[in-house]
């Protein structure tokens, strides 16, 4: 198990999170005895159209699909849209809180072992 995980940081409400990044093993086709995370922190963060660039964008018809130009707006609407409902929800019903608690009670290891 492994994912990388950003320094803490405090909400307008007060409160410290983290981000987290890339649990790979989650992510695999393998049944592990994982809790389900709540929806609620679970944030699809960037579109990559690396493969399609590299197969479209040097052909003279197609253009590039990249998000350079409107990164300013797409963090606008990130920090107050996403992650301010998260924070506010997490303060008002604590679902990570909960979730949190659950984590002793799994083994992590594949199912059925």
């Given at each position: ?34 809790p ?10 960037t ?44 303060c ?22």
């Amino acid at each position: 198990m492994m994912f990388n995980c950003s320094q803490p940081f405090q909400s307008p409400q007060g409160v410290e999170f983290v981000t987290l990044k890339h649990p790979r093993r989650a992510l695999t086709e393998e049944r592990l005895d994982l809790p389900m995370a709540p929806g609620l922190g679970l944030v699809l963060d960037t579109v990559h159209y690396r493969r399609y660039n590299e197969r479209y964008s040097q052909d003279g018809i197609h253009n590039p699909l990249l998000w350079e130009k409107q990164e300013p707006e797409i963090q606008e609407f990130i920090e107050k849209k996403i992650l301010d409902n998260i924070y506010r929800t997490e303060c008002e019903q604590k679902p990570l809180l909960e979730w949190l608690e659950t984590l002793p009670l799994h083994s992590y290891d594949q199912k059925g072992r």
